[in-house]
């Protein structure tokens, strides 16, 4: 592929609720523009973009994919984002590094959950974006039902600028609404409007125009003196509406026809922004502190982000980065900002799906791949070591569901712990942490199919077989009245024995205060040297609680007495002593049961708003408050762990996907006597 400087690069990233076709069009642009030369299909598992054999296996897009191709002279960079809502991380990877996106909507179902979602994020971007109505041939489709509720739910500013020429299996072509022709088949041979048409055209097409002129003093006085609006002013006033995001261009056809995909090229290169077109962006330096502007200019100084990591176990690690200004050379170094470490870059290549194509060089604007970098990760700047450069990284959602990972056998658990990291370092929406009280290591992501993919990746990739459950609730029990209690251990036999008697005060402490050992022995009943084996007894002894075997806290346990015998005394004695003097006076003292608290900050649209808090109610939650606003609710509410373990699934299922959460833990509080009960029972 020809060198291409910023003026020359479109950066467009592909997105849509799932199943609207995204893929299947990618597939198409690649044909049309010849980049490829069959037409591969989702369904048998042959497209440029979906080669992941687990995106293969369940028919749906998992990872971004990058598609170059060239179109009239300049080189288009797509990026195929997943539509599936658990993969959020590779839509944000995609937005972060484009300048414009293409939302595709389904024209049998119209907008859907995740159409709105990935509106709402590229609104956040700040991306001119175009709508592409897919799928006219289909069964059901109604081009102007869709467009209706695209402008229902995503704005008035959305205008067609074209128009269908027939509908499901009559559907033929469209209409250009700018150049007022017909075109039909997948070659767009030029054909009259039909008659049935004419006055939809002109209604249409006055609105576009009324739209676009508003930008610019010139065609507005021009238009309003009565004077014709050239098409060349046309398309020069879509073009500066778009990139102001005061119009979004809404375009129609059928991937999987072929049909309108060529005029979709066209007007990704003559209305979106290329890398100078958009601009700089800003960036830190970090040797000196200050903000800089970064100018889409290959000679300037080197400032590149790396947006995306794939780990193969057999290739190794293959980072994906956009150079924002200066060169990026093959065989070279870098200085990697973040890490304040040098980077060895070998071959640079470009990507086509899986494809690798080796290039010399990328410069400011472009796309591309390198292998094997020693300390560079996702969100990682790359720039020249005398003119250090940070960029703002891509922003992820934490996770929201949490699962414990179990390996199926001995040799799974050795090789567990550099595997889960790895799968991590490829998906910052994965995260791995240990349950210290449990014993548990938990695997959180953003829903039940995230997860699973997770876990076989784990075991394609590096053949760790795991089975995923539900994680324990890591319940504590403490006492409820102060008590004192007594043990002597006493073994006494021919020769040496074994002696240790001990008295402890327990006294139950607030919330949240964790566990304290103290003494208070006079007139040295026991010696100072067996103090600390009583010690230990003790914190051994209180992570088993008597109810459930639950670790005890919020008490302090005072030693304030003891005896001991001058021969068969030691420290396995005393500990022992402790121990069981510790149970005796946990069972004596009232105990009950605690449960883990957590905050939950739930956004729900206010349609959902009565279900939500009947469920919380019925989930034994504490509704805190609720904040109104554009057509949400917040809802911030407190709950215990046990209820929400699977909160992600049961919300997305009342919501139909429109809810989001954040969890944090809050504290721990008394089980009700009923629920401690059958808790204790189970265990049992």
Partial sequence: MHHYGSEKIRNVVLTSHSGAGKTSLAEAILLDSRAISRLGSVDDGTTTSDYDPDEIK???????????????????????????????????????????AIIVVCAASGVEVGTEQVWEYATESKLP??????????????????????????????????????????????????????????????????????????SYRDKLIEAVVEIDDQLIAKYLDGEEISEEEIHRGIKQATMLGKVVPILLGSALSNTGITLLLDAIHDYLPSPREKGGLTAINTSTGAEEAVEPVS???????????????????????????????????????????????????ILCGKTQDPVPQLSAGDIGAVAKLASTATGDALSSRDHPLKLIPVEFPQPVLNMAVHPRSKADLDKMSTALPKICEEDLTLKVQREPD?????????????????????SRKFGVEVNLELPKVPYKETITMPVKAEYKHKKQTGGHGQFGHVFLELEPLPRGSGFEFTEKVVGGAIPKNYIPAVEKGVNEARLEGVLAGYPAVDMRVKLYDGSYHSV????????????????????????????????????????????????????????????????????QTQAPLAEVLRYAIDLRSMTQGRGTFTTEFSHYEEVPAPIAQKIITQRG
């Fill in 568 to 635: 068969d005394s030691s420290d396995i004695s005393f500990k022992i002593a402790g121990a069981q003097a510790l149970k005796k006076g946990l069972s004596q003292g009232q105990p009950v049961l605690l449960e883990p608290v957590v905050n939950l900050t739930i956004t729900v649209p206010e349609v959902f708003t009565g279900d939500i808090i009947g469920d919380l109610n019925a989930k034994r939650a504490h509704v805190l408050g609720m904040t109104p606003g554009n057509g949400t609710n917040v809802i």
């Fill in 58 to 100: 369940r028919k749906i897009s998992i990872n971004l994919s990058l598609l170059p191709c060239q179109w009239r002279e300049s080189k288009l960079n797509f990026i195929d984002t997943p539509g599936y809502p658990d993969f959020v991380a590779e839509v944000k990877s995609g937005l972060r590094v484009s300048e414009g």
């Fill in 129 to 202: 974006c175009l709508i592409f109505v897919n799928k006219m041939d289909r069964e059901n489709a109604n081009f102007f039902d869709t467009l209706e509720d695209i402008r229902n739910k995503l704005g008035a500013k959305c205008l067609p600028i074209q128009l269908p020429i027939g509908s499901q299996k009559d559907f033929q072509g469209l209409v250009d609404l700018v150049t007022r022709k017909g075109y039909v088949g997948a070659s767009l041979q030029e054909v009259e409007i039909p008659s049935s048409l004419l006055s939809k055209v002109d």
């Fill in 438 to 458: 449990i014993g548990e290591m938990l695997l959180c992501g953003m829903g039940g199919t995230h997860l699973e993919v997770a876990s076989e990746r784990l």
């Fill in 299 to 349: 000679e300037s100084s080197l400032s590149a982000l790396v947006f995306k990591t794939n780990i193969d176990p057999y290739v190794g690690k293959l980072s994906y980065f956009r150079v924002y200004s200066g060169t990026i050379s093959g065989n070279s170094q870098v200085w990697n900002v973040n890490k304040g470490a040098i980077e060895r870059i070998g071959q640079l290549f």
